[in-house]
């Protein structure tokens, strides 16, 4: 009996010479990869998780620089393209040294159907559009060399209606936890009907994508602070949450994010290369890899989710900043000492850009930024011992946990990144820019008064993909977050002796709230960002149009300061440059 493919290919890491091909299959196979005008063809059997299967196909020996389409086969049978496929073949492109580089980025991306309902509720899926621009190939940007997406990639506990049926149909949602995920089979519905959806499929077939989790992969608020973790573990359902979200993120997301070479030294990658040795058929990773999400939920310093990647002429540095949070009383950062200390490592000059991927904003707003720092001294007990406990109720209810609220943390990476950008580890790179999500708005940051000849501190922020604020909230978040919320923080923060912060920054872009995904481009010390958004046109939900939320381009010339008054900015938005957007659209209407 034909096997079926359930999932994928999903193209995940790329370098100049190799690929990483995922997917899921419907049973047992071996799993074949034949790229065109080549000789040979990569296989690999499939691995087993709870009733599941998934392969990982290494294509080495590439060129750099190959762009070529690529076929695969179950069982020597062709399962991708479908037969009955319109859409173009999948192509896997390796990368070059010395070509500029397109690193596309964004989070927050919800499933619902992408019909008049799903619009509505929802916005249209930033994304998908995106998808579908390119596979009609007119007027289209320049295909990116790789897209990371920066956390909330499923939404494990705000279940979509067709998430809330295939719960229905296992157990009553009157069960511990109600409509949120339970365990690894319902994990694997709902990767399903994130990545199964057919332009969206055909996109991450396509394109090299990293990935790092953010609370809502596993729980909203997940590891904000050492209360919240006592509550959660006093439950009858979080153990097997929490052991079902990690064993599933090692599988649909981490897996990928590895490099051959990384893979190779994996603990689960490779007790999976010792049992093929060892057993006939296909290995059955369930117990282990359910014990190993246990461990490294309690222990995290046992295990790394944060991964680096050398990408030409730049280098990108990603953080997981949830799962090894310090959040004992006293000892609060962001990042415990062994992950604190890898990312010490990871950061350093000689580069032409440094990225630095983290899911929550390294700067937010500064108003935020201090009233989250207050935040983290009154529940310390800044105020006494009634303060403390209405801190944390606000803490909780309000999202008041991201770098600002990990003081410890955040003053270290500035430190950190002020030493690469003043040229202490190497040359000093022309930027350094963290890459970041979660706030359901975006925007870029810079930090002030960088000396002659060092780099430019950046924050840009593309959220969400599809999942956009209300617009009353909207206003309210704007007007907190870039007017009233900046001398509240900084009075509430000096009246709890916070220290001031080691920067000083202002947000130079933005904020803009549309659905979007985000793509810089860098060539030289020159880098330029679009937003990209989508909309329908004459109510034709089935296909919206890109659009251009905004554009800034960012000068970096070297031997000189770095100042936001110098840099040359502009801004292409619906607001300020209409003309611009009906043109664009009338151009793919064309279509």
Known sequence: MAVDL?????????????????????????????????????????????????????????????????????????????????????????????????????????????????????????????????????????????????????????????????????????????????????YAHLYALAWGEPWLRWLLSCLSTLMIFDDHDVRDDWNTSWQWRKQMEATDWWHGRIVAALASYWVYQHLGNLSRAERAQDEMWSRWQQRRTETEGEVDLSDVLDAFADRVDQRPETYRWSFARDLGESRLVVADSRAGRVLEPGRRSMLDEREMGWLDQQLRGDYQHLFIGTSLPFLLPPGLHYLEAWNEAMVAGGWGRTFARISEKLRLEIDLEHWAAFQDGFRRVCQMVSEVAAGERGQAPATVTFLSGDVHHSYIAEVEGEQDGGARILQFVCSPIRNPLPRLIRASTGIMAHRVARPLGSRAARSADVPDSPWCWQTIAGPWYENNIAIAQVSGDQMEVTWWGGEVIDGVHEHPRLSQVAQVELDAPQGQAHHPARARLRSQSRGLRPHMQRNKTARLAGR
């Open 6 to 186: 359930i999932l994928g290919p999903l193209l995940r890491h790329v370098d100049e010479t190799s690929a990483a091909i995922w997917m899921e299959t419907g049973a047992h196979a071996e799993v074949s990869v034949r790229l065109a005008g080549q000789e040979g063809v990569w296989s690999s059997p499939t691995f087993a998780v709870h009733g599941h299967h998934y392969a990982l196909v290494e294509v080495t020996g590439l060129a750099a620089g190959t762009d070529t389409t690529y076929r695969v086969e179950l069982d020597g049978t062709q399962v991708w393209p479908p037969s009955d496929s319109t859409r173009p073949e999948s192509r896997l492109r390796t990368l070059r040294m010395g070509d500029p580089l397109r690193l596309a980025f964004g989070s927050c991306r919800t499933s619902v159907p992408h019909d008049a309902k799903g619009h509505f509720t929802h916005g249209v899926d930033a994304l998908r559009t995106y998808g579908i621009a390119q596979a009609h190939g007119d007027d289209a940007p320049a295909w990116p060399d790789l897209m990371l997406l920066l956390g909330d990639q499923v939404y494990a506990d705000d279940t979509s209606k067709e998430m809330k049926d295939f719960i229905t149909s296992r157990r009553s949602l009157s069960e511990s936890p109600g409509d949120e995920l339970k365990d690894f089979e319902e």
